[in-house]
């Protein structure tokens, strides 16, 4: 069943138009600043950042994705040889499937091929709900050798979905629970409907380490589900949720004016370095992209490697264009405007 769901999520994902309709990630209103006279030699922009406790030599993540299927295992390891090559960092798919089937472990384990890369762990925060302790977060965490674990919130997507977990009460004080319990930092992510101001900051109250505020804009997981949907009824409630969600711009913003100093990674409808660029001025630490690398992935590694060349290459060409020689600049930068 489960490993059904994970095979029509990556079919779907690769053939399907699944983007949001109108809603839009929002960066598309900021433009930076050009700066005809940069006085920074471009060879020496520096795009490298520390998080959780290693050195990236870009500010990007490969976004979580996928696991569980033959499919996956290949996916995945391609995505960690690219990683562990690019120095960047790569979040894996829900792992609840492997906790449930330990033969599947095998789908997710990459750290062979990635001994350096910051690597995340995941499991939907609903689940510690249903049955899921601390135990099972150490056990997911435990499984790759992960730098941090990912609880993943989908409230919108488990309400669409047919076999969906719905309850979401008293969520709140669980994920406090593991974030004292567990041996490394916990962070909070959307899957792309965002996050508001009032919920980063109950978050950072329960002691997340940081926000992926995942927003809207990019892939819709309502579209993802209409599709799967198996009577009328659903497809159309599915249908109707195509334009839900806080765009990624407006979720950034929330989660710096919420969260403090918190590392945020930005990522939900990211296509490209510039995106990542405006993320970064907007306040994100990090930027997370899914789609580009999914695609790329089951082509080669070396489609995976040329994305990532692209995205970083595009990402110092803003930094260059707007005179900024270091991601700490950027993040400070005045030089990113917002129209209208």
């Known amino acids: 069943m489960h490993e059904q769901r994970k095979s029509d999520h990556i079919r779907i994902n690769l053939e399907e138009d699944v983007n949001f309709r109108q809603l839009t990630t929002g960066l598309e209103n900021y433009h930076f600043l050009h700066q005809m006279l940069p006085e920074i030699d471009l060879a020496k922009v520096d795009t490298s950042v520390s998080f959780m406790g290693k050195k990236l030599r870009a500010p990007l993540l490969i976004s979580s994705m996928t696991g569980g299927t033959d499919q996956a295992r290949q996916i995945n390891q391609t995505l960690a040889q690219a990683a562990e090559r690019a120095g960047i960092a790569m979040g894996l798919g829900s792992q609840r499937a492997a906790l449930e089937n330990p033969a599947l472990a095998p789908t997710f384990q990459v750290r062979a091929v990635a001994p350096t890369t910051v690597l995340l762990a995941n499991l939907g925060a609903v689940q510690l709900n249903y049955g899921y302790t601390i135990d099972h977060c150490r056990r997911a965490v435990e499984m790759i050798e992960a730098d941090a674990l990912i609880l993943h919130f989908n409230a919108l997507q488990e309400a669409v979905q047919p076999e969906g977990d719905t309850n979401f009460s008293g969520l709140l004080a669980k994920v406090e629970a593991v974030c004292r319990a567990l041996p490394v930092p ?74 403090g100093s918190l590392p945020i990674i930005a990522s939900g409808g990211l296509r490209n370095g510039l995106d990542m660029a405006k993320c970064i001025a907007l306040g994100a630490t990090l930027a997370g992209m899914a789609g580009p690398f999914l695609k790329a992935a089951v082509n080669s590694l070396q489609a995976v490697l040329d994305e990532i060349e692209i995205a970083t290459t595009e990402l110092r060409v803003a930094m260059f264009g707007i005179g900024v020689d270091s991601i700490a600049g950027l993040q400070q930068t005045d030089r990113l405007i917002k129209r209208g």
Not at 214 to 237: D, K, P, Y
Not at 239 to 250: Q, R
Request: charged share 25%; hydrophobic share 45%.
């Open 186 to 259: 916990v962070i909070a992510k959307e899957v792309g409907w965002g996050f508001s101001e009032d919920s980063v900051r109950r978050l950072v109250e329960a002691g997340v380490a940081a926000i992926d505020v995942a927003g809207s804009g990019g892939t819709s997981w309502t579209q993802v589900e209409m599709h799967r949907a198996n009577s009328e009824i659903r497809r159309r409630v599915a249908a109707t949720f195509v334009d839900w969600g806080i765009p990624t711009s407006e979720a950034i913003l929330a989660a710096k004016r919420a969260g």
